[in-house]
C-alpha cells in the first residue's frame, strides 16, 4: 500500500516521540512492502516562532493532501500563563481539527497487565479495564461563540449542537461497541445542560437502531468518580468535546503513564493520529519522553487502513518493550537509562526481528555486553 503520511512534530517533545512513530512506520513499511512518505509541516509554537501563525497554510494543505496525519503535541509555557495572548499554540491543533473536519476522536485505555503496579490506584480496580473513550472534536464549548466585555469584567463560551453533529459520531460510537463488549455509556451534564439533553434525546432515539447494544446514561460528575472507583463497568464511552477531553486525560491515571494513551480522530475525509499528552516542555530534549503513545497512534494509522497484521506487530512490539522494562523513566524503576529513542529503536528491532526476543537482545538495547 502506498501511503503519504503528514508529520506535525509540534512543540516540546512532540518531535522527539513523533520521530520513534515514523520511525516505526518506516521498519513496518519495509517489513510488508509497503511506501509510506512522510512530510514535515509545521504547528504551533514552533510554527508561530517561524511564520507568527500556529497553523501556516501550507500546513493545512499538506495535510489535505495526504492519506493521514501524524501529529506530535502542541503547547508552550510562555502562552500557558499569558491570558491576554491573541494567538494561542493550541489554535494550530484546534484549528487542523476544524480544517480538515475531524469530528470522532478515538481514545483507547487499555490497562496493561505488566504495569498494573505502576497506576497509583489499587491493582484490584484497575485490572483488566479496556474503554475507549468517543470523544465529540470539532463541536460544543471548544467551538462556540465567544465573548469578552469591554470592560474586561465578563466573559462566555457558548456550547452548542446540533442533531447531525451528535447524530455521526453516535452512530461511530454504536457500531464500535457492537464489534465490543455491547456496552454504551453517554456521558452528558443532562440534569443542568439544554445541549446534554439534546444528546441524551438523539442518542435515545439511535439506540433503537443497536438494540444489541446495551446503553447507559450517567451524568459528567458521577463518570469522572466511575472511571477511577471502577472502570471495567466501562466499554465505549461517548461524550462531547469537553466532557471527552477531562475524562480522557483523567483515565491515564488507570493505565500508569499518560505517555501511553494514542487517539485517532476521523472524519468524512481525513484521518489524523495523535498522542493524548501535551507537550511537555520541560521534558523536551532530555531523552526522557515517552514516545509509546506516539507509536500506538502510529497503529491506530495501520489499523484506520485496514493493515491489521502491521498493527498488530507494533503492539506486540510495545508489548515487548513494557514487558523487559524497555520502557522511559516514567514507568521504569529497573533501567534507569533507557532514552526516548532507545525504546523506538528496540521496537523498530522487533519488527524487524520479532522472533530474537532473547535476553542477548534485550541486553544489546540495554547497552549491556552479551557473552555467548
Ligand atoms: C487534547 C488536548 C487539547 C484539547 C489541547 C492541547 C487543545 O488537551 O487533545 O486532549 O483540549 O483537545
Ligand atoms: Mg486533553
Redesign the pocket.
Known amino acids: 500500500m502506498k501511503l503519504n503520511i503528514a508529520v506535525l512534530p509540534g512543540d516540546g517533545i512532540g518531535p522527539e516521540v513523533t520521530a520513534q512513530a515514523v520511525k516505526v512506520l518506516k521498519a513496518i513499511a519495509m517489513e510488508f512492502n509497503h511506501v509510506f512518505t512522510f512530510r514535515k509541516a509545521l504547528v504551533g509554537s514552533s510554527a508561530m516562532d517561524k511564520t507568527g501563525n500556529p497553523l501556516p497554510e501550507e500546513t493545512v494543505n499538506i495535510c489535505k493532501e495526504a492519506d493521514a496525519v501524524l501529529f506530535g503535541a502542541?503547547?508552550s509555557p510562555a502562552y500557558d500563563h499569558d491570558p491576554d495572548a491573541k494567538v494561542r499554540p493550541?489554535q494550530g491543533?484546534?484549528g487542523i481539527r476544524k480544517a480538515l473536519g475531524l469530528h470522532t476522536n478515538i481514545r483507547p485505555v487499555i490497562a496493561y497487565e505488566d504495569l498494573l503496579n505502576k497506576s497509583s490506584l489499587k491493582v484490584k480496580q484497575i485490572k483488566d479495564t479496556n474503554l475507549v473513550i468517543y470523544r465529540e472534536l470539532t463541536g460544543g464549548i471548544?467551538f462556540g461563540e465567544r465573548h469578552l466585555s469591554d470592560d474586561g469584567n465578563t466573559a462566555s463560551d457558548v456550547c452548542t449542537y446540533q442533531r447531525f453533529e451528535i447524530e455521526r459520531i453516535a452512530h461511530g460510537a454504536f457500531k464500535a461497541a457492537q464489534s465490543r463488549k455491547r456496552k454504551l455509556t453517554l456521558v452528558d451534564k443532562a440534569n443542568v445542560l439544554e445541549s446534554s439533553r439534546l444528546w441524551r434525546r438523539i442518542v435515545k432515539e439511535i439506540a433503537l437502531q443497536y438494540s444489541n447494544v446495551e446503553v447507559s446514561y450517567m451524568y459528567i460528575d458521577n463518570a469522572a468518580m466511575e472511571l477511577i472507583i471502577n472502570p471495567r463497568q466501562f466499554d465505549v464511552i461517548l461524550t462531547e468535546n469537553m466532557f471527552g477531553?477531562i475524562l480522557?486525560?483523567e483515565a491515564s491515571v488507570i493505565v500508569g503513564s499518560i505517555g501511553l494513551l494514542a487517539s485517532a480522530s476521523l472524519g468524512d475525509k481525513h484521518a489524523m493520529f495523535?498522542p493524548?499528552h501535551?507537550a511537555y516542555t520541560k521534558a523536551a530534549n532530555k531523552g526522557i519522553a515517552n514516545p509509546i503513545a506516539s507509536i500506538l497512534s502510529a497503529a491506530m494509522l495501520l489499523d484506520h487502513f485496514g493493515l491489521d497484521d502491521e498493527a498488530a506487530l507494533v503492539r506486540e512490539g510495545v508489548d515487548k518493550s513494557l514487558k523487559l522494562h524497555i520502557t522511559t523513566p516514567d514507568l521504569n524503576n529497573k533501567y534507569d537509562n533507557i532514552s526516548t529513542t532507545k525504546v523506538g529503536d528496540f521496537i523498530e528491532d522487533f519488527i524487524n526481528n520479532p522472533d530474537e526476543t532473547n535476553l542477548n537482545f534485550t541486553n544489546i538495547h540495554l547497552g549491556q555486553s552479551t557473552i555467548i
Do not use: F, Q
Request: negative net charge; proline residues 0%.
Open positions: 502542541i503547547g493550541e491543533l484546534l471548544y477531553d480522557s486525560e495523535e493524548i501535551g
